[in-house]
């Protein structure tokens, strides 16, 4: 699918480019270049060059004088006249190619010699000989003969015959170019131009003029230099351009509108001249720089159909085609550059819809596709249709109604996975997580952009292990994993689309299996090790005679197994009862407990030491764990104390906060070992039996009871030091 699309897009760019190039090569945007040039022209605006007087022979000349063509010895008067006001060139923009009379050719030669400051035009033919060459018609020698030079007056037309460029320099078949009239003038009266306008070869471009309005340039009426009537300061020291005017004598020519639309070749002359005389020529971009521009201008058309939305995409198209013109108007009146818009505005204008077409053919194409897809998924979405103006509005129609369905269905598997008991991940091919329910969300944190799943897991400290399937968390926290993957409709190469991932917590269940294993232990080792001893002792072959030691050793054994199985009991009770908590008077069950133990600590010689308020302390527990949790820690002081030391018992002060009591029991026995002060509380734990039988569960009875009551406990204990337990429990609320 991408594939086909790139193909399309590649082929819809290069029928831009060619249409673009055909345009180019074929002129057909001409019409517009020559619109957008003309209107650029017209918004520069110089001061006419004083210097320069046009003295036209217009209707009023030929009323006076007569009909045209005049007699020479007029031509010759009329010179003599200009020369004598003191004109600083005479510039005569008429041809004189055949011979009249010999008199009056004779006077015009002599008046051009006489005025020493006479420039003559030349024109071109085909030569007669059948070769296709240019040749040059030059005025008769008899008057070219005083001109001081020649140049030729030859007009360019663009392709709507309107004049807008001059050939500075008229090739002539391979042989030396034979520069423009105004070239002449311009070195007569300004000297010398610069290389590259004197170097215009045939190919180069041509520069362009722009024209002002017609009127710019002072005018005179041949007639008025003839009768005297003009006064000499308006000749005096002027670049005379002496030409033709007057309506019917075909000396006008189409130039651009903004300078009047009709304008006489004389004044087109005087426009080059100025234009020399200023250098303000527009020069036309080049072929190949024009090329260059416009397939530069199709290509980011082309990436902006690719990489933008569409309402993107109408924006940059808008744009270009304001950048071209703004190049285009805004090069010629600012710094005399033309660039040719038309063909880059003419692939743009060809491209926007044919993309625009190609793409609503695509979406069509693919609506249809996708809607027999989800149709297939269920016979109520089949049955669904679309309405709508066209056809397109009756395809988005009907896909709107099946992906509220779908959506109605994704709605019904999210809210499935937000109810499910275990934490659901869900990824896409590339292990990004696309969605995770709360569960998941709790235990990882909330989605945050794009999220790679190692990335993830690492944030949290976790630990997935492939091989066994589970997850691990730093807080001793585990997870089974379980992952199915899935794949869609359209992939049929055996990938798949995404992941599920579904963890569920294994935590408890692994911490019973651990307390499994530790039993299983314990079963097969501290159960097993009395049993045998009972049996070893009892049988005849005993190595030990003395009856009375053996029966003792008996009971020692049988009281040891009496005592691992009834801390065993209770701790099993205490894992599967649940805890009946009440209003308890804390006081009550440490007197209880102290009487319990009294007969046992005054046969070890040690005294019990209560520190208890005088009013009773209420709290909120189980006052039957409790009473077992304070008859275990007596016991054990007891049990290690010796003769002679005390055991402190003692509740301190409610906390700062007023909703815990602490209880601390003390004794002044050995402390605990060294291999249980890491773990006090553990199961199974080392036990020391040199004071009485220990399967070390009592303090893990404790922990459990304390912790059941939502209470905390800690232990203070160094070896030969003694060790003083801290229970810290929930005082009971007021009433």
Not at 313 to 325: C, D, E, F, N
Not at 474 to 494: C, H, I, K, T, W
Request: charged fraction near 20%.
């Amino acid at each position: 699918m991408r594939i086909r699309l790139i193909a399309e897009w590649l082929i819809l760019l290069a029928f831009a480019c060619i249409i673009a190039v055909t345009s180019l090569v074929t002129a057909i945007s001409s019409k517009v270049d020559f619109a957008l040039l003309d209107y650029s022209t017209a918004l520069i605006d110089r001061p006419a060059n004083q210097d320069i007087t046009i003295v036209q022979i217009d209707d009023a000349s030929l009323q006076q004088v007569g009909s045209w063509p005049w007699p020479r010895d007029t031509h010759a008067a009329l010179v003599d006249r200009l020369s004598a006001m003191g004109a600083r060139l005479i510039v005569l923009d008429i041809l004189f190619f055949e011979e009249t009379s010999t008199d009056s050719d004779a006077a015009l030669g002599r008046a051009i010699s006489d005025a020493n400051n006479v420039l003559l035009p030349i024109s071109f033919q085909t030569a007669f000989d059948g070769s296709g060459r240019n040749e040059t018609i030059e005025p008769i020698a008899e008057i070219a003969s005083g001109a001081i030079a020649t140049g030729h007056v030859a007009l360019e037309f663009s392709d709507d015959g309107i004049v807008r460029h001059i050939s500075l320099a008229h090739d002539l078949d391979g042989r030396e170019a034979v520069p423009h009239l105004m070239i002449a003038a311009h070195q007569r009266a300004y000297g010398e131009l610069p290389d590259q306008v004197l170097g215009q070869q045939q190919g180069a471009p041509w520069p362009l003029l722009d024209f002002q309005q017609a009127g710019h340039f002072k005018t005179v009426s041949a007639a008025s230099i003839l009768d005297g009537s003009v006064p000499q300061n308006l000749i005096e020291d002027q670049i005379v351009l002496v030409g033709a005017t007057a309506q019917g004598m075909g000396d006008a020519y189409a130039v651009p509108a903004h300078a009047g639309g009709i304008m006489s070749g004389v004044e087109i002359q005087a426009n080059l001249l100025e234009s020399l005389q200023s250098d303000q020529f527009i020069s036309k971009s080049s072929f190949w720089t024009t090329v260059f521009v416009t397939l530069l201008t199709i290509s980011l058309l082309f990436l902006g159909f690719w990489q933008l939305p569409p309402q993107f995409s109408l924006i940059l198209t808008a744009s270009l085609a304001g950048a071209l013109l703004l190049i285009s108007v805004g090069g010629v009146a600012a710094v005399g550059w033309w660039f040719p818009p038309g063909s880059a505005l003419l692939a743009i204008v060809v491209s926007y819809p044919l993309w625009g077409w190609r793409r609503l053919a695509s979406v069509s194409n693919f609506l249809d596709r996708q809607a027999v897809s989800l149709a297939g998924v269920s016979t109520r979405i089949s049955d669904r249709g679309g309405g709508g103006f066209d056809f397109v509005a009756r395809q988005v129609d009907r896909m709107r109604g099946l992906l509220s369905e779908f959506s109605e269905r994704f709605s019904f598997i999210r809210n499935i996975i937000e109810a499910a008991p275990d934490a659901i991940i869900v990824l896409d091919k590339n292990r990004l997580v696309t969605m995770k329910n709360q569960k998941a969300v709790t235990l990882f944190g909330p989605e945050e952009g794009d999220q790679y799943l190692p990335e993830m897991l690492s944030s949290v400290g976790a630990v997935l292990d492939g091989a066994k399937g589970d997850l691990n968390l730093p807080d001793g926290r585990s997870y089974l994993v379980a992952e199915a993957s899935f794949a869609s409709e359209e992939q049929n190469d055996g990938s798949h689309a995404g992941q599920i991932m579904v963890l569920r917590n294994v935590t408890e269940l692994k911490r019973k299996e651990a307390e499994r294993q530790e039993m299983l232990e314990f079963l097969s080792h501290d159960m097993r090790t009395p049993q045998v001893s009972i049996i070893g002792l009892s049988g005849r072959d005993s190595v030990i005679a003395d009856n009375d030691k053996r029966f003792e050793r008996i009971q020692q054994q049988a009281k040891r197994t009496l005592k691992l199985a009834d801390d065993f009991v209770q701790l099993a009770r205490l894992s599967e009862t649940p805890v009946e908590k009440e209003d308890t008077d804390l006081c009550a069950l440490i007197n209880e407990a102290a009487d319990r133990c009294y007969t046992t600590a005054k046969k070890n010689a040690v005294t019990i030491h209560q520190e208890l308020p005088d009013d009773p302390v209420f709290i909120y527990a189980d006052p039957s764990l409790l009473a077992r949790v304070f008859d275990n820690l007596l016991s054990n002081a007891l049990k290690f104390s010796p003769a002679g030391s005390k055991i402190s018992i003692c509740i301190t002060e409610p906390l700062e906060n007023g909703e815990y009591v602490s209880v601390n029991v003390a004794d002044q026995g050995p402390g605990l070992p060294i291999e249980r002060q890491d773990n006090p509380f553990a199961r199974f734990g080392h036990h020391d039996d040199s004071a009485g039988p220990s399967v070390g569960l009592g303090l893990a009875f404790v922990e459990m009871a304390v912790n059941a009551n939502d209470g905390l406990i800690s232990v203070d204990t160094a070896t030969g030091e003694g060790t003083k337990f801290t229970i810290q429990l929930p005082v009971a609320p007021e009433i």
